[in-house]
T-cell receptor
C-alpha cells in the first residue's frame, strides 16, 4: 500500500501564474481533503472532496479550486498566485463512512516568486 | 469561529523525562481529537486519537486525556527519546469526515 501520494514534491511559480497539485489517496479511501501549511504554522483546511463533489470548504478565496476524479484522486488548482500562497500543501485521505483518522501525504512545497 | 489553541509552542526536555502538550478547542460540537507528529520534510503522521466518549487513552509511552466540559485535551509522552523530537499538532473535528482544525504546533526537543 503506497499510502497517500502527492506530486510534485516541490514547485516554483511566478506571481500571477496558475498551479495544479495532485493527490492519490490511500487505497480504499474515498474522501480527499486539502490543507495549506505555512512555515511554522499548523495545517489550515482548504476543502474536502467526496463523490467528486466539494463537500466542505474553509476560508480560502475562489482562486483555490479542486476536483476529484472517479478513481478518488484529486487535484488542487490555485489561480493568480500570490507570494502569500507559498506554503506546504498537504493532501489527506480518509474513508467517510468509517469516521477514521485522515492519512496525510508528504506534501507539495510551493514557492511563489 | 472554530479555533484550537496549543501550548507550549516550544518544549525542551531531557531524555527520559516526560513531555506534556495542552490544547483547548472552541467548537462544542467537536467529538474527535487526533494528535499528529510531523518530522522535517514530511506530512503529519497520526500518533494517537481520542473520541469524546472517552476520557483517557494510552498507547505505550503516549497518552491523551480529554476534558469535554472544559474543552481541554492533552498529550503526555513518557520516557522521551531523541527520536521523539519533532513538531506535534493537536486537532479537533466533528468527526464523520468533517473538517479538522489544527493547533499551531509544539516543537519538541529531546536532549540526549
Amino acid at each position: 500500500d503506497a499510502g497517500v501520494t502527492q506530486s510534485p514534491t516541490h514547485l516554483i511559480k511566478t506571481r500571477g501564474q496558475q498551479v495544479t497539485l495532485r493527490c492519490s489517496p490511500k487505497s480504499g479511501h474515498d474522501t480527499v481533503s486539502w490543507y495549506q501549511q505555512a512555515l511554522g504554522q499548523g495545517p489550515q483546511f482548504i476543502f474536502q472532496y467526496y463523490e467528486e463533489e466539494e463537500r466542505q470548504r474553509g476560508n480560502f478565496p475562489d482562486r483555490f479550486s479542486g476536483h476529484q476524479f472517479p478513481n478518488y484522486s484529486s487535484e488542487l488548482n490555485v489561480n493568480a498566485l500570490l507570494l502569500g500562497d507559498s506554503a506546504l500543501y498537504l493532501c489527506a485521505s480518509s474513508l467517510l463512512q468509517d469516521r477514521t483518522e485522515a492519512f496525510f501525504g508528504q506534501g507539495t512545497r510551493l514557492t511563489v516568486v | 469561529g472554530e479555533n484550537v489553541e496549543q501550548h507550549p509552542s516550544t518544549l525542551s526536555v531531557q531524555e527520559g523525562d516526560s513531555a506534556v502538550i495542552k490544547c483547548t478547542y472552541s467548537d462544542s460540537a467537536s467529538n474527535y481529537f487526533p494528535w499528529y507528529k510531523q518530522e522535517l520534510g514530511k506530512g503529519p503522521q497520526l500518533i494517537i486519537d481520542i473520541r469524546s466518549n472517552v476520557g483517557e487513552k494510552k498507547d505505550q509511552r503516549i497518552a491523551v486525556t480529554l476534558n469535554k466540559t472544559a474543552k481541554h485535551f492533552s498529550l503526555h509522552i513518557t520516557e522521551t527519546q531523541p527520536e521523539d523530537s519533532a513538531v506535534y499538532f493537536c486537532a479537533a473535528s466533528r468527526g464523520g469526515g468533517f473538517k479538522t482544525i489544527f493547533g499551531a504546533g509544539t516543537r519538541l526537543f529531546v536532549k540526549a
